[in-house]
């Protein structure tokens, strides 16, 4: 009974310290070797970084950021957050959350890969993704353009380590 508990516990601690919590949810669903297919989606994409220009805020008379359009107009603006709550970092796509539900993953060729964590007041449809940038600068750098995106199935990790691009049909 004894060694029994402690194959239990050493299989445990094997698994735990081999790929930490998360790989052991994701192997619940596929396997760590398993080819992910994404499909292609053309997509006129535009850019944009925490600024009031890019994410409609200013500074209200005492200096705080507040919205400056739409319905929390001169409410307080969380600046450089998602709306699922996290900062916002390369890689942070805004997407039509109807279309692309919150963690969708997308590869955009030269950008990368994205994960939807945003939404933002024009994007609207499944042709349409907002990209993230640190600055204005490179965000102005990549301006509007119409690629040819993969997206990839619900439970695909942000970072997908076999996810080569889909083939052509
Ligand atoms: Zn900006």
Request: hydrophobic content about 30%; aromatic content about 8%.
């Amino acid at each position: 009974m004894r060694a029994k508990l402690t194959i239990l516990a050493l299989a445990l601690l094997l698994a735990l310290t081999a790929g930490g919590c998360s790989l052991l949810f994701l192997e619940e669903e596929r396997e760590p070797d398993e080819i992910i297919r994404g499909r292609y989606v053309t997509i006129e994409t535009t850019a944009y970084c925490p600024c009031g220009q890019c994410c409609d805020w200013k500074l209200d008379a005492k200096g705080n950021p507040v919205h400056s359009k739409g319905r929390y107009r001169g409410k307080p603006k969380a600046v450089g957050i998602t709306a699922s709550g996290g900062k916002a970092t390369p890689g942070t796509l805004a997407a039509d959350t109807r279309h692309y539900p919150m963690g969708t993953v997308f590869y955009i060729p030269g950008y990368g890969y994205g994960c939807v964590e945003d939404r933002g007041g024009d994007i609207r449809g499944k042709s349409r993704l907002d990209l993230f940038f640190p600055t204005h600068k490179e965000a102005q750098k990549w301006g509007r353009h119409r690629i040819k995106c993969v997206v990839f199935p619900k439970g695909t990790p942000k970072m997908p380590k076999n996810a080569p691009p889909p083939t052509e049909d």
